[in-house]
């Protein structure tokens, strides 16, 4: 085992800790008169914790120590000169790389705000402002933090938007506030208060440990899509975009209406696109990336929808805990949706 070296004033009595013992020469000498004095011992951490020392407390008539290190004092790191430049490179491609990357991202930001109509008639009716399209949500606040670039794009092509919540969001009993807040929201992204439901049912609650029936969730979505004449649908994929259940489900539920036939003809589902974390948390660095994926709709943010996606979110204020702060500056899903037919 390589020795420690414990560097403290020379005129402090230290005795040495229980358990260890000097394996080299006592060094003594410094330029200005205040000698240190140093003893390498095997034990850094073993036999200190024994003594006073551990405890946080002086050693009798010494002073804190200088330093602890792993070599004698006056060593001295160096890398050669080759080693050196080719970091000072490596860094500097790098930070080049990034900031091409930005640029890119960027570029293609302002770029791709009209790709998502050509994508949207693509997908789904031949002329965007005929689309009435329902955002099937399963807690007030997904409809800011994960769909803003769905429900801010589809406004912009003059698409009429409803909105529908299968939970009132009262797992911690803030439902009502919780209502409120999501109104507000709404009225942000371009959803009028009529257009928005909000579903209470004691079977259907906030809870990820609750499996939420298939059947009850898909009575509920198939009579509003046929009550509003809808004829496309946005939801979560299996993935849930954050894994959550209650997410899960309502992929499940849309899914089983598709399957059994039971959806009104012409009527189209999109599903968004789940990520892995990386690229959940890169902003608009995943723009580049997102072009490059496969996806039948793509809808990108300008910086001013990208500021009003922002203060959709920020009128939860039930909801904004530390994390979601976070979540607002550096999610993608504020800035870009990527959605696949179901």
Same mark, same amino acid.
């Given at each position: 085992?390589?020795?420690?070296?414990?560097?403290?004033?020379?005129?402090?009595?230290?005795?040495?800790?229980?358990?260890?013992?000097?394996?080299?020469?006592?060094?003594?000498?410094?330029?200005?008169?205040?000698?240190?004095?140093?003893?390498?011992?095997?034990?850094?951490? +073993?036999? $200190?914790?024994?003594?006073? #020392?551990? @405890?946080?407390? !002086?050693?009798p008539g010494?002073? /804190?120590?200088?330093?602890?290190?792993?070599?004698?004092?006056?060593?001295?790191?160096?890398?050669?000169?080759?080693?050196?430049?080719?970091?000072?490179l490596?860094?500097?491609?790098?930070?080049?790389?990034?900031?091409?990357?930005?640029?890119?991202s960027?570029?293609?930001?302002?770029?791709?705000?009209?790709?998502?109509?050509?994508?949207?008639?693509?997908?789904?009716?031949?002329?965007?402002?005929?689309?009435?399209?329902?955002?099937?949500?399963?807690?007030?606040?997904?409809?800011?933090?994960?769909?803003?670039?769905?429900?801010?794009?589809?406004?912009?092509?003059?698409?009429?938007?409803?909105?529908?919540?299968?939970?009132?969001?009262?797992?911690?009993?803030? +439902?009502? $506030?919780?209502?409120?807040? #999501?109104? @507000?929201?709404? !009225?942000?992204?371009?959803?009028? /208060?009529?257009?928005?439901?909000v579903?209470?049912?004691?079977?259907?609650?906030?809870?990820?440990?609750?499996?939420?029936?298939?059947?009850?969730?898909?009575?509920?979505?198939?009579?509003?899509?046929?009550?509003?004449?809808?004829?496309?649908?946005?939801?979560?994929?299996?993935?849930?975009?954050?894994?959550?259940?209650?997410?899960?489900?309502?992929?499940?539920?849309?899914?089983?209406?598709?399957?059994?036939?039971?959806?009104?003809?012409?009527?189209?589902?999109?599903t968004?696109?789940?990520?892995?974390?990386?690229?959940?948390?890169?902003?608009?660095?995943?723009?580049?990336?997102?072009?490059?994926?496969?996806?039948?709709?793509?809808?990108?943010?300008?910086?001013?929808?990208?500021?009003?996606?922002?203060?959709?979110?920020?009128?939860?204020?039930?909801?904004?805990?530390?994390?979601?702060?976070?979540?607002?500056?550096?999610?993608?899903?504020?800035?870009?949706?990527?959605?696949?037919?179901?």
């Open positions: 085992m390589n020795p420690f070296w414990v560097e403290f004033p020379q005129r402090a009595h230290f005795p040495l800790p229980k358990g260890g013992h000097v394996v080299g020469q006592f060094w003594k000498g410094s330029e200005k008169g205040v000698s240190p004095a140093c003893y390498p011992c095997h034990s850094l951490l +073993g036999s $200190l914790k024994e003594e006073s #020392l551990g @405890q946080g407390k !002086a050693l010494a002073e /804190p120590f200088c330093r602890l290190s792993l070599f004698p004092p006056g060593t001295t790191w160096s890398l050669p000169v080759s080693v050196a430049m080719a970091l000072a490596l860094g500097s491609f790098l930070a080049a790389l990034l900031a091409l990357v930005w640029l890119g960027r570029w293609l930001r302002r770029r791709g705000a009209g790709w998502g109509h050509q994508t949207l008639c693509a997908a789904g009716p031949a002329r965007a402002d005929d689309v009435r399209a329902l955002v099937v949500t399963a807690h007030p606040d997904d409809e800011a933090m994960f769909f803003a670039p769905t429900i801010l794009s589809l406004g912009r092509f003059q698409a009429q938007l409803w909105l529908l919540c299968c939970s009132s969001g009262n797992y911690y009993n803030q +439902g009502e $506030l919780r209502k409120n807040e #999501l109104v @507000q929201s709404c !009225a942000i992204l371009g959803i009028p /208060p009529s257009n928005v439901t579903i209470d049912h004691r079977d259907l609650p906030d809870d990820p440990a609750v499996e939420w029936d298939t059947h009850l969730l898909s009575t509920f979505v198939l009579k509003h899509i046929e009550t509003n004449h809808i004829n496309l649908v946005i939801t979560f994929d299996a993935g849930g975009v954050s894994g959550h259940a209650n997410h899960i489900a309502l992929y499940t539920a849309l899914r089983s209406l598709q399957s059994e036939g039971k959806l009104p003809e012409g009527c189209r589902v999109l968004l696109k789940s990520v892995n974390l990386l690229r959940k948390y890169i902003s608009i660095l995943d723009v580049p990336i997102s072009c490059l994926q496969s996806q039948d709709v793509l809808f990108i943010l300008t910086k001013e929808e990208s500021e009003q996606a922002k203060r959709a979110m920020r009128c939860h204020h039930s909801q904004l805990l530390w994390f979601r702060h976070t979540y607002i500056l550096f999610s993608r899903f504020m800035v870009i949706n990527s959605l696949c037919l179901l």
